[in-house]
């Protein structure tokens, strides 16, 4: 790396990675750090701790999202945020979210170090429930903070053992008394792994990523009729699943024919009776569809719907589709994506600019105040997994990165 001579400390980062992957550490070599369990709970106290080390401020809002603040010159300033989240799904890797807020605390450390004193205040963000692998709803703090949730139903939300968020916050002293509310900010940045494989196929460093894709949710059920499946011959038969095996074909056809840009996934299927020799009665089934480009998305909807209830028709059986959520495109604020492309670029990192296929806190918060992510390569792409894994010295050029932009914008002109 080249341009700056202001330079966080690579190893401290690393180092401060592997000691919060102690927490929750599984025996895979990754992390298992649920939302609002005694293990998040730890993770906690030991970013608070570090923060607390370097006379950061450290509040928590009723969710229990944290805000760690380090005052700066203009107290009139509204002040820049930067952050991701530090909890897991149930096998997850170390590096998911983790790095974007140990990142951050390097951010701050290196300031510390350094003397300096940004214009604007700085506050430090770890999002509470990001995975949403235990009460079912990804991007829970950031989303009540943005006001796309409302606070109350969250609170209400269970888990698998009925235990509800509000229980959980209780249970584990997590919760803060300030309300979960988008307060005045001037920007927010979120350094992440880029959960896919294009920047290390591509050999780039940094991905400026430039927005987020459009999705579409469905809930699928097919109904056809349960019968023997030794004395059933073809022309009498409702099979179910034979429909649903259709239908995922027809998924996996509509994505590919949008080529490189295209997203399709079943990804949760549960067949009725589920007996070896009864013909399936019933499929419940999840569908989804990502793109950058909203209008395909629109397309991909139309004509899944038409589509499929064809092939549902033709097999004797029937479907009922239920479109859960249709989420837009959500650019970033091009002023702050400019930032990051300056910034790889001063420092000579090899970068491109990438769209995040993946949901990210930024996605919420981008809703509320100008908001860019930095992606950083992670090996074979696989994320959401224990064999996550990242180079120190990825981690420290996304860490520069996120350095320059939050400095730059806090001392921008007003
Ligand atoms: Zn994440």
């Known amino acids: 790396m080249s341009g700056t001579n202001q330079r966080i400390d690579g190893r401290r980062l690393w180092d401060s990675l592997m000691s919060m992957a102690e927490i929750g550490a599984t025996p895979r070599g990754g992390v298992r750090r649920l939302t609002l369990t005694e293990v998040d709970r730890q993770g906690r106290e030991r970013f608070a701790a570090w923060c607390r080390a370097l006379g950061l401020t450290v509040r928590v809002d009723a969710i229990g999202n944290m805000f760690a603040r380090r005052e700066g010159r203009d107290p009139a300033r509204k002040p820049v945020l930067f952050g991701s989240h530090l909890d897991s799904q149930p096998s997850g890797g170390k590096f998911d979210g983790a790095l974007g807020v140990i990142a951050g605390l390097e951010v701050m450390r290196t300031l510390e170090d350094l003397n300096i004193v940004t214009e604007a205040p700085l506050e430090l963000?770890?999002?509470?429930?990001?995975?949403?692998?235990?009460?079912?709803?990804?991007?829970?703090?950031?989303?009540?903070?943005?006001?796309?949730?409302?606070?109350?139903?969250?609170?209400?939300?269970?888990?698998?053992?009925?235990?509800?968020?509000?229980?959980?916050?209780?249970?584990?002293?997590?919760?803060?008394?300030?309300?979960?509310?988008?307060?005045?900010?001037?920007?927010?940045?979120?350094?992440?792994?880029?959960?896919?494989?294009?920047?290390?196929?591509?050999?780039?460093?940094?991905?400026?990523?430039?927005?987020?894709?459009?999705?579409?949710?469905?809930?699928?059920?097919?109904?056809?009729?349960?019968?023997?499946?030794?004395?059933?011959?073809?022309?009498?038969?409702?099979?179910?699943?034979?429909?649903?095996?259709?239908?995922?074909?027809?998924?996996?056809?509509?994505?590919?024919?949008?080529?490189?840009?295209?997203?399709?996934?079943?990804?949760?299927?549960?067949?009725?009776?589920?007996?070896?020799?009864?013909?399936?009665g019933e499929v419940r089934f999840s569908v989804e569809f990502r793109h950058w480009n909203g209008d395909e998305v629109d397309r991909v909807d139309a004509e899944f719907r038409a589509e499929a209830e064809a092939i549902a028709r033709a097999c004797g059986t029937q479907l009922s589709l239920h479109r859960l959520f249709r989420i837009p495109p959500q650019p970033f604020d091009p002023a702050c994506v400019d930032l990051v492309r300056k910034a790889a670029a001063r420092l000579g990192l090899s970068a491109r600019e990438i769209v995040s296929g993946a949901a990210h806190d930024a996605v919420y918060v981008a809703t509320r105040i100008p908001t860019a992510m930095i992606f950083t390569p992670c090996k074979d792409g696989l994320s959401h997994n224990e064999a996550e894994s990242i180079l120190p010295e990825e981690a420290e050029a996304g860490c520069q990165v996120l350095f320059e932009v939050v400095v730059e914008r806090a001392n921008a002109p007003r």
């Open 125 to 280: 963000v770890n999002w509470t429930d990001e995975e949403g692998s235990r009460f079912g709803h990804s991007l829970m703090g950031s989303g009540v903070w943005a006001g796309v949730f409302d606070h109350d139903k969250t609170r209400a939300l269970t888990d698998l053992d009925g235990v509800t968020v509000a229980e959980a916050l209780e249970k584990t002293g997590i919760g803060g008394p300030e309300a979960p509310r988008a307060f005045p900010a001037d920007a927010y940045f979120e350094l992440h792994i880029e959960q896919g494989p294009i920047l290390e196929r591509e050999g780039k460093a940094i991905g400026i990523v430039t927005g987020a894709q459009a999705q579409v949710w469905y809930d699928a059920v097919v109904t056809g009729q349960e019968a023997h499946a030794g004395t059933t011959p073809p022309a009498a038969r409702k099979d179910a699943l034979v429909a649903m095996a259709r239908i995922v074909d027809l998924v996996d056809r509509l994505m590919r024919a949008r080529g490189e840009d295209g997203r399709g996934t079943v990804g949760q299927v549960a067949v009725s009776p589920n007996s070896r020799n009864v013909i399936p």
